[in-house]
Nanobody
C-alpha cells in the first residue's frame, strides 16, 4: 500500500523560504515519477512541480518557475520542494503525488497516489 507523508509546511512571511518533504513507502520508490500539487481555497488543484523517476529532468508550473526546486533522494525514499521568494499567492495546501505507472516522466493527477497534504501560509 502506497503511503505518502508530507511535512515542512507552516507560516512564513512574504519573501521567505520553506522546504517541504515527502516520505514515500509501500513500493519501490526509485522507479516512479514524483510531483507536487497545491490547492488554494476556492481554487482548482494546480500543478507545482514534477521530477522524473531518474531524477534527471524536472518540470515546473509557470507560477513557480525560478522560485521553487524539486529534488529527490532515492536512497531515502524522499522528495523535496524547496520554495523561495514566497508570496501570498503561494498560500495553499501542498500535496505530494506519486505516479501510478512506473518509468514515466511525469505525474498523471487523475490516477496518482496522494499524500494528506501540508498547509503553507504566506503572510504579507
Amino acid at each position: 500500500q502506497v503511503q505518502l507523508v508530507e511535512s515542512g509546511g507552516g507560516l512564513v512571511q512574504a519573501g521567505g523560504s520553506l522546504r517541504l518533504s515527502c516520505a514515500a513507502s509501500g513500493r519501490t520508490f526509485s522507479i516512479y515519477a514524483m510531483g507536487w500539487f497545491r490547492q488554494a481555497p476556492g481554487k482548482e488543484r494546480e500543478f507545482v512541480a514534477a521530477i522524473t523517476w531518474t531524477g534527471t529532468d524536472t518540470y515546473y508550473g509557470d507560477s513557480v518557475k525560478g522560485r521553487f526546486t524539486i529534488s529527490r533522494d532515492n536512497a531515502r525514499n524522499m522528495v523535496y520542494l524547496q520554495m523561495n521568494s514566497l508570496n501570498s499567492e503561494d498560500t495553499a495546501i501542498y500535496y505530494c503525488a506519486q505516479n501510478r505507472q512506473m518509468y514515466t516522466g511525469g505525474v498523471n493527477p487523475r490516477s496518482a497516489y496522494w499524500g494528506q497534504g501540508t498547509q503553507v501560509t504566506v503572510s504579507s
